[in-house]
């Protein structure tokens, strides 16, 4: 069963700091590159960070760089996302999703598998 479960979601005041934890199944994490994307309420899906199998080789959206730092442990199966010096505008329902890795891997819309999402809410 392919299972992505988001948790560390929450209320915090703009400014501070949470980490998202995304733990995932063993099927769907070794050779799987794992993402961070975001929906605040009527606005699209948008991506926010990524980060390839080997752990090597990240990515992250301009709006985020600098603030969020995603990261794996694979003897764990978890990835996370630590978000500091959020902004009221980080409020949104964050998913995790994972998409086999290939040499050519790049971020993108239609991952392999999604997470339900956890609501992280940013007051000002």
């Known amino acids: 069963q392919v299972q992505l479960v988001e948790s560390g979601g929450g209320l915090v005041q703009a400014g501070g700091s949470l980490r998202l934890s995304c733990a995932a199944s063993?099927?769907?994490?070794?050779?799987?590159?794992m993402a961070w994307f975001r929906q605040a309420s009527g606005k699209e899906r948008e991506f926010v960070a990524a980060?390839?199998?080997?752990?090597?080789?990240?990515y992250y959206a301009d709006s985020v760089k600098g603030r969020f730092t995603i990261s794996r442990d694979n003897a764990k199966n978890t990835v996370y996302l630590q978000m500091n010096s959020l902004k009221p505008e980080d409020t949104a329902v964050y998913y995790c999703?994972?998409?086999?890795?290939?040499?050519?891997?790049?971020?993108?819309?239609?991952?392999?598998?999604w997470g339900k999402g956890t609501l992280v809410t940013v007051s000002s």
């Open positions: 980060i390839r199998w080997t752990g090597g080789t990240t």
């Open positions: 999703a994972a998409d086999l890795d290939r040499p050519s891997w790049a971020p993108h819309y239609g991952m392999d598998y």
């Open positions: 063993r099927r769907t994490f070794r050779n799987y590159a």
